[in-house]
């Protein structure tokens, strides 16, 4: 599989909203077409009269297992634009934090800017006052100078310039600092209006995330009660049982994905090569990063201005309230466990023959890929999950709780290296020489 994209390469992602759309489109479309399986079900009666007629009973099983798998496929499709959609609303709120986070180093700087340019202030007010109340001759200001009191007329003149001097530099920084505040203040407003719009893509994303989810978990519901009956169907056609059916029938499919697993990852391996120009033999990318925070504006630091006559900085205007940021999605919980993931996958080590030393190249193997999260999702390739099934669905032939279960990825993503490569260590070879497996 694919790694997640590193700090700094560009994806080609859909804006938030377009993308939230197209998922719950997806699932309404998806759900709309749900029933047709049902529709096309064979009786009970075509089932007994089929018993005995071989050509019969394989007609009938090939449609029952047409129409199995076309349940899957409909639900993994749904399942994936859940994941979409869920994605989509974690790139929003990691925004979102980071606009917070802008916001509040706004407002701290902007205070102290505001602290400093009120001192400066009140020094320059001091400094006039004591100029033109005495002339620079008092013992105050002779103080304030370092200088003794009492000097002749020249030692005034020159302490008076010396006042005039140093009250015109303060000045001019007071100047400075109120016009950066103002600066400050500028951006501190714009950052609020850039978090009330990404506060309202959260708020409609939120909203297509739980209808994506709630239509998936819709499809499984309704794709388990058609598929026991089915599953029944086909044991009586074949004189099994619904249990052998169902194994018979995860088995083939879980060799089908790995197989087309394969092929995906090798061509959007080649097709990253040419984006890129990398060779295989480059060093591999280290885990997939979260998300970059936005870059930064540069701090505005304006050049001291001519001195306007009042130099007291007007008073700071209350801080807008911030908008509520929504909650996370409610349906279908991910539990994010790695320490979790990691034990269930090392107590499935000996049932593959494998030992500890296999188990920690497993570890680095899907730290790479992962970091051992259920909802890791690259949004270039698709691929989700610990294991990076390419797309999510696949994992579907091991549960249809592919989506939330770490255990389900687990086993499926440990068969997978079983089929392919025989050990997590060869697997992790192959990632260390080609940058995916």
């Known amino acids: ?24 489109i997806l699932a309404g479309a998806l759900l709309a077409a749900a029933p047709a399986a049902a529709d096309d079900a064979l009786t009970w009666d075509q089932i ?3 018993l005995g007629d071989a050509a019969a009973v394989a007609e009938h099983s090939g449609r029952l297992e047409a129409s199995l798998l076309e349940l899957e496929e409909k639900a993994g499709e749904l399942g994936n634009a859940a994941v979409t959609a869920s994605s989509e609303y974690a790139l929003i709120q990691a925004d979102l934090a980071a606009a917070e986070e802008r916001i509040a180093e706004l407002e701290q700087r902007r205070a102290t800017a505001e602290a400093r340019s009120l001192e400066l202030s009140r020094q320059v007010g001091a400094l006039a006052a004591h100029t033109y109340k005495n002339g620079g001759a008092d013992s105050t200001l002779g103080l304030l100078l370092g200088t003794e009191p009492g000097g002749d007329s020249l030692q005034a003149i020159g302490a008076l310039y010396r006042v005039t001097d140093r009250a015109g530099r303060v000045y001019a920084e007071a100047r400075s600092v109120a016009d950066i505040t103002e600066s400050l203040r500028e951006q501190q407003e714009q950052a609020r209006r850039e978090h009330e719009r990404l506060s309202g893509e959260a708020r409609a994303a939120l909203t297509e995330t739980q209808a994506a989810a709630a239509a998936a978990d819709a499809a499984v519901a309704e794709g388990r ?11 009586a056609l074949r004189e099994t049982t619904a249990a052998e059916e169902a194994e018979r029938l995860r088995r083939q499919r879980a060799e089908e994905t790995f197989r087309e697993q394969q092929e995906q990852a090798e061509r959007a391996a080649r097709g990253q090569e040419q984006e890129t120009g990398r060779g295989e033999q480059e060093a591999p990318v280290v885990i997939a990063p979260p998300k970059p925070a936005p870059e930064q504006p540069p701090t505005v630091i304006l050049p001291t201005p001519p001195a306007p006559a009042d130099p007291v900085p007007s008073p700071a205007p209350q801080p807008a309230p911030q908008p509520v940021v929504p909650p996370a999605p409610a ?8 320490a979790g993931a990691q034990a269930y996958a090392s107590s499935r080590m000996g049932g593959f ?49 592919w989506r939330t279960n770490y255990r389900t990825q687990v086993n499926w993503g440990l068969d997978y290296i079983k089929w392919r490569y025989g050990s997590p260590c060869d697997a992790w070879a192959h990632s260390e020489r080609h940058n995916w497996y």
Not at 1 to 24: C, F, V
Not at 225 to 231: C, D, S
């Open 1 to 24: 599989m694919l790694k997640m994209r590193p700090l700094g390469q560009k994806t080609n992602r859909l804006l938030p909203l377009q993308a939230a759309a197209a998922a719950g």
């Open 48 to 50: 007994e009269q089929a």
């Open 225 to 235: 009660q058609q598929a026991a009956v089915m599953l029944d169907q086909l044991a």
């Open 331 to 338: 349906p279908a919980p991910v539990v994010d466990d790695p």
């Open 353 to 401: 023959g494998w030992d500890q030393g296999q188990f920690r190249c497993l570890v680095d193997l899907w730290n790479r890929e992962s970091n051992w999260r259920t909802s890791a999702h690259n949004p270039s390739s698709g691929a989700y999950g610990i294991p990076q099934s390419l797309p999510g669905s696949k994992m579907s032939v091991f549960g249809d709780d």
